[in-house]
């Protein structure tokens, strides 16, 4: 039988004067291998590892997100998460008022990574979820006072040994797909964001972000690289070379070459062969 996975937003906000309301809460069954839609949250958002593991973008890298742990997002920051081989169930509550993020740094939470935390309080969250359901400030009141139950909660629950960084970097791990891949001209910026699990437009805006290029441009700069060594590392043969490091045919290889040094790939072969002997 298939688990149901439950949401509710507030519809409308009569006691606008709380320094802490909920706005949304969710629980969710992901299927293995599926990502969510990529956005930029617009409210303080607790994301929690129920059962099973899967992956965030946070900070600009990609963590694991282990059971019983969670991530915390502040308004504007990118939100991405994706299941990897088994099925992750995950909740969040997402919390909005005049006091919101004044009152949430006072807990002091580290926002860099994610937090082990042991076991969601489901139990809570389903109390919440019953409460933003209704529709009225008594309401609201109850779920400002369960949002600081669950912060209390949060706080008292944060484990002694943070979990550890992500081991690479969102830039990092796309340079590593490219150099795993550098010998098929098959693949491309579009196979390495399938590959990674992340909407291509996401991968290519957030690399130039931080690389100052487009994937597109590195991609080809690794294989003019690598070309680069063999042609003078080598004695093996343009072609040989050219579908080494991911050209199609030796012609693609010496058009990328004629356009980024001014020469063909036996130019400058024979250009370095003089200037060492």
């Known amino acids: 039988m298939q688990k149901q996975d439950w949401t509710a937003y507030r519809t409308v906000k009569s006691c606008d004067k709380l320094p802490l309301g909920v706005y949304s809460v969710g629980y969710y069954h992901f299927p293995a291998n599926r990502r969510s ?20 973008l946070l900070n600009g890298k990609l963590h694991p997100l282990p059971q019983e742990s969670v991530a915390i997002y502040l308004p504007g920051m990118e939100h991405l998460y994706y299941s990897e081989a088994e099925p992750w169930e995950i909740c969040y509550l997402s919390l909005d008022g005049a006091e919101m993020e004044h009152i949430f740094r006072l807990f002091g939470f580290d926002l860099a990574r994610p937090l082990q935390v042991g076991k969601c309080p489901v139990s809570l969250l389903r109390r919440i979820y019953q409460e933003v359901t ?35 970097s969102l830039q990092e791990e796309i340079i590593a797909c490219m150099h795993r891949h550098v010998s098929d001209a098959d693949v491309g910026i579009s196979q390495i964001a399938l590959e990674l699990k992340i ?15 487009p994937p597109s441009d590195y991609f080809r700069a690794v294989r003019l690289q690598k070309a680069m060594g063999m042609l003078t590392g ?19 290889m010496s058009r990328v070459f004629r356009r980024e040094l001014g020469m063909t790939p036996t130019e400058f072969r024979e250009r370095h062969l003089k200037d060492n002997r």
């Open 134 to 168: 209704q529709i009225g400030a008594t309401h609201e009141r109850l779920c400002s006072l369960y949002a600081y139950e669950m912060l209390i909660h949060l706080a008292n629950n944060v484990k002694s040994e943070p979990l550890p960084d992500a081991d690479l």
């Open 37 to 56: 839609t990529h956005r930029f949250v617009q409210h303080l958002q607790i994301t929690w590892s129920v059962k099973g593991a899967g992956r965030i």
């Open 199 to 213: 909407d291509r437009s996401v991968l290519s805006r957030l690399f130039h972000e931080t690389a100052g290029m």
């Open 234 to 252: 080598s004695g093996e043969a343009v072609g040989a070379i050219a579908q080494t490091c991911g050209f199609t045919d030796a012609k693609t």
